[in-house]
């Protein structure tokens, strides 16, 4: 794996810094008498959103350019500021928004910081155990607050985290990113459509009882003031509660040990409800899935050669769930993740 990951280690992330001057024309509509305002670029994730950093004087903010030049991106700038205001009216701890016009794409926040649960947990190996514990304590607290009065027609690509939806977004995904694209592996549809019908399936629900955030990991919560802040959550989605916890717990930025994880599960089942540890099974191996295709996609393609460097722990994750798979009776796709493993053993550099 490592060395399919260096052949892609060559492609650099690209982008214009300069600031749109749409952006500056509504700073200085909103800040008239300033003239010692500051903005510097904030580097994103897997997003082509832009962010910067805004200083005034003694106060800083963060600013979001997502312009709406396609329906979709107009979507989810309306589900953004839709779903800030609605979670902050739930008690959800989401950053407060200052200013926001979902048409232009530009949004005025309050700025949370530079630490995630990430990057605390890299500097303070000591208390994981007892940050994550308060992760899956603000997990429930979303799932069941934010449930009750929430508009989904504001939910981007349907309303729920349904058997249709988990085929597409990320089975599919994962065989057209990873398998085809990435690993070059000559994979159809018709070779998977079984297995990706049975576990969209098991894994899907079309109920409205939960909502998840649908990424709900460690790079999405960030600390401030010794608080845990939400952010990225306009996928939200009606779906299974599992997921997110899946999303948590499996998340390769960070490697939680499996003692640690499945008392991680034991508080989420406790403190939730209706955990089904089936189902748990079931969305757990399609985040996992998710995640490969999301990196190799994001790696590849994108340029952003950051995730690539976290793709080996997503695969050995995937390796260690061939029980599963042998359970859900899921043989085709076990046979092609065979297969893959052989491509990434035998790959070598040219």
């Not at 003239?35 to 962010?51: K, M, N, Q, T, Y």
């Not at 003031?225 to 959550?233: H, V």
């Not at 640690?260 to 955990?275: C, P, Q, S, V």
Request: hydrophobic residues 40%; contains cysteine.
């Amino acid at each position: 794996m490592e060395t399919i990951i260096e052949k892609s280690l060559h492609q650099k992330e690209s982008g214009n810094s300069k600031l749109p001057a749409i952006i500056r024309e509504i700073l200085r509509t909103l800040y008239p008498e300033s003239e010692d305002l500051l903005l510097f670029p904030i580097a994103g994730d897997g997003s082509d959103r832009r962010f910067f950093r805004v200083k005034l004087k003694t106060k800083t903010f963060v600013l979001m350019y997502a312009p709406s030049d396609n329906p979709l991106r107009l979507r989810e700038n309306l589900a953004f500021s839709y779903l800030s205001a609605y979670l902050a009216s739930h008690r959800i701890p989401v950053p407060e928004i200052y200013f926001s016009n979902p048409s232009k794409g530009i949004f005025l926040m309050e700025d949370l910081g530079d630490l995630s649960l990430h990057t605390y947990t890299l500097k303070n190996p000591q208390s994981r155990q007892i940050a994550y514990r308060k992760a899956v304590e603000l997990l429930v607290k979303f799932q069941i607050r934010a449930t009750n009065g929430v508009e989904a027609r504001f939910f981007i690509d349907g309303e729920s985290y349904n058997p249709s939806f988990v085929l597409e977004k990320e089975l599919e995904y994962f065989r057209r990113s990873f398998l085809c694209d990435f690993l070059g592996l000559p994979v159809s549809w018709g070779d998977l459509k079984d297995d990706f019908f049975r576990l969209s399936e098991l894994a899907g629900t079309h109920e409205t009882t939960s909502c998840i955030h649908r990424d709900f990991q460690s790079r999405n919560i960030m600390i401030k003031d010794g608080k845990l802040r939400l952010i990225d959550y306009q996928g939200m989605r009606y779906g299974p509660g599992e997921y997110d916890l899946a999303a948590l717990v499996i998340d390769p930025y960070v490697d939680l040990p499996l003692r640690e994880r499945r008392t991680l599960i034991r508080l989420y089942a406790r403190l939730g409800k209706g955990f089904s540890p089936s189902r748990y099974e079931a969305v757990s191996l399609c985040r996992n899935l998710q995640i490969i295709a999301a990196f190799s996609f994001l790696g590849k393609q994108r340029g952003k050669t950051f995730f690539l460097g976290f793709l080996p722990r997503a695969w050995k994750e995937l390796k260690g769930r061939r029980s599963t798979l042998w359970c859900l009776r899921l043989s085709r796709l076990s046979h092609w993740l065979d297969l893959a493993e052989d491509k990434i053993r035998s790959w070598s550099p040219t």
